[in-house]
């Protein structure tokens, strides 16, 4: 079953604006990633924060964690129209595979 | 540096045919890997995942099935496709334990 679930489910916002992502999740975890799809391909890894982690910062992007919760952001400053993707949150429990949300697709308006 | 291949990219079966999707990975040994299945406009879903050859664990009971017969093949098979069997199909790998998945570019399978 799904078990992280982003809002909003599209967004669409002017390049150079900020776009947040929130992504809420049910159970305990290790972990909490976050990957981006670009149209028709694969998936690409882009931060990880860690259960006892509460903010993590990677370029333009910074995610939060609230494990009281259960929830994540994912903020992207300054966008680009190459941004312009479906962003999904995944849990990790375990050894075995994460757990995705049904994902955010964001436009980047030129 | 580590790659991982599916192939083919896209593919199209009738109902009731047979299925081989392949994955390997490159310039990493005893990886975990997985297969998700994506349909339209959703998230991914775990279907299988191995932490090594010859072991297999199956998360949702389906028409599917997959194999490890070397360290970094993984494949997913199926005796006879339905139509709910289409989707996006990916594969990924992870060093250890926990960390981050890498993503292969995909399968898309349609099943007519």
């Known amino acids: 079953s799904q078990q992280g679930e982003e809002d909003p489910q599209a967004l669409s916002i002017q390049e150079g604006e900020n776009a947040t992502m929130n992504c809420s999740y049910k159970?305990?975890?290790?972990?909490l990633q976050w990957y981006r799809q670009n149209s028709g391909r694969g998936l690409v890894h882009l931060i990880l924060?860690?259960?006892?982690?509460r903010e993590k910062h990677s370029g333009r992007l910074r995610v939060t964690l609230d494990t009281s919760k259960k929830s994540s952001s994912l903020l992207i400053t300054a966008s680009r129209a190459a941004d312009t993707a479906s962003y999904f949150c995944?849990?990790?429990?375990?050894?075995?595979?994460?757990?995705f949300g049904k994902g955010t697709h964001l436009i980047i308006q030129p | 540096s580590q790659t991982i291949h599916q192939w083919p990219a896209t593919l199209v079966q009738p109902v009731g045919s047979p299925l081989s999707l392949e994955c390997t990975v490159e310039?990493?040994?005893?990886?975990?890997l997985y297969w998700y299945r994506q349909a339209a406009g959703r998230g991914l879903q775990l279907l299988f995942y191995?932490?090594?050859?010859?072991?297999i664990s199956s998360e949702v009971p389906q028409n599917l099935s997959a194999s490890r017969p070397q360290d970094r093949q993984f494949i997913l098979s199926s005796k006879k496709l339905l139509l709910s069997d289409s989707g996006f199909y990916l594969c990924?790998?992870?060093?250890?334990?926990?960390?981050?998945?890498?993503f292969g570019p995909g399968t898309r399978l349609t099943v007519t």
């Open positions: 990924a790998w992870r060093p250890g334990l926990d960390g981050e998945q890498y």
């Open positions: 159970t305990s975890i290790n972990n």
């Open positions: 924060i860690r259960s006892n982690e």
């Open positions: 995944a849990t990790a429990g375990g050894a075995d595979g994460l757990t």
């Open positions: 310039g990493t040994s005893n990886p975990n």
């Open positions: 191995s932490v090594g050859i010859g072991q």
